[in-house]
């Protein structure tokens, strides 16, 4: 099946830096992926919509200048955490529709982020 | 996309068949179900969806109501790898751009040795 990666899988970071989280589809091309942000013992949360060629699209609340997203090709994309601070601390996931079935959504592995 | 109610948490016994129930009582038409699970700190993984006939794959079996206001995912002989939160989501599906979807809070499985 279809295969999203990410990177890095974990990341620890001091607080007001920046952290770049890559998301990848192996072997399909994807115009669209998702960013999600998952809390400890919280369901996913969307945060938006990653368009390749064009200007992402962000889910009510989350800040668009903080969340800089970044999908420069049919294959990455790109989530950077600007000036982090702990509350920022989450599991970040991205996802993108399968090629061969639009309907079903394949899932990077997550990307662990702590803020000191 | 419609909404779901799901149990919080349960149990089932290693081997035996887990019966997950979803409740989607305000689903219209067009709306179909997929189901998704997540297992601790990884990437929500794909099960398996339907519309209104029952389903099968490799991993599950999906049965859905003649009226389409609820629906049984079946792990037919559970393994204790099948411990994860189970995600019902009711929605129609999108052929280009915002297939974004939207999870509710899941039931959390546990596989009991």
């Known amino acids: 099946g279809a295969v999203v990666s990410q990177h890095p899988s974990r990341v620890i970071c001091k607080s007001g830096t920046s952290v770049k989280i890559e998301c990848r589809s192996l072997?399909?091309?994807?115009?669209?992926m998702f960013w999600y942000r998952q809390f400890p013992k919280q369901s996913l949360m969307l945060m938006a919509t990653?368009?390749?060629?064009?200007?992402?699209?962000?889910e009510q609340g989350v800040e668009k200048d903080k969340f800089l997203i970044n999908h420069a090709s049919l294959t990455l994309s790109t989530l950077t955490v600007t000036s982090a601070h702990p509350e920022d601390s989450s599991f970040y996931i991205c996802?993108?529709?399968?090629?061969?079935?639009?309907?079903?959504?394949?899932f990077g592995p997550g990307t662990r982020l702590t803020v000191l | 996309d419609a909404k779901t109610t799901q149990p919080t948490s349960m149990d089932c016994a290693e081997g035996r068949a887990a019966n997950l129930p979803c409740n989607h009582s305000?689903?219209?038409?067009?709306?179909?179900v997929y189901w998704y699970r997540q297992i601790h700190s990884q990437g929500p993984q794909y099960i398996i969806h339907?519309?209104?006939n029952n389903e099968t794959n490799e991993m599950a079996s999906l049965i859905i109501t003649e009226d389409r206001k609820s629906s049984t995912l079946i792990l037919p002989h559970a393994t204790l790898r099948d411990t994860a939160v189970y995600y019902c989501?009711?929605?129609?599906?999108?052929?280009?751009?915002?297939?974004?979807?939207?999870f509710g809070t899941g039931t959390r499985l546990t596989i009991i040795p």
């Open positions: 990653s368009n390749e060629g064009s200007k992402a699209t962000y």
């Open positions: 989501i009711v929605r129609v599906p999108k052929k280009l751009g915002n297939e974004k979807l939207t």
């Open positions: 996802s993108a529709p399968g090629t061969l079935s639009a309907d079903t959504q394949y």
């Open positions: 339907g519309l209104k």
């Open positions: 072997d399909f091309q994807a115009t669209t």
């Open positions: 305000t689903i219209s038409g067009n709306e179909y």
